[in-house]
């Protein structure tokens, strides 16, 4: 695994979410935590919006 922050967060299934193995897949409860974290929400897949995130924390 990578030593740095998560880099953004996408729905699963995103056809844009990165292949490699740092990806992970986690929880609705870890997305929202790095959303309310200011992790990014990938523009096209929106999951903030998924997960009543939307306007951050």
């Known amino acids: 695994m990578g030593d740095g922050p ?3 967060v ?3 299934g995103c056809y844009a979410a990165p292949k490699w193995p740092r990806a992970l897949g ?3 409860e870890q997305a ?3 959303l309310y974290q200011q992790i990014p929400a990938y523009p096209h897949c929106h999951p903030d919006k998924d997960l009543g ?5």
């Open 53 to 57: 995130v939307v306007g951050g924390a």
């Open 10 to 12: 996408h729905v699963g």
């Open 26 to 28: 986690v929880s609705r």
């Open 32 to 34: 929202r935590a790095a």
């Open 6 to 8: 998560p880099a953004g």
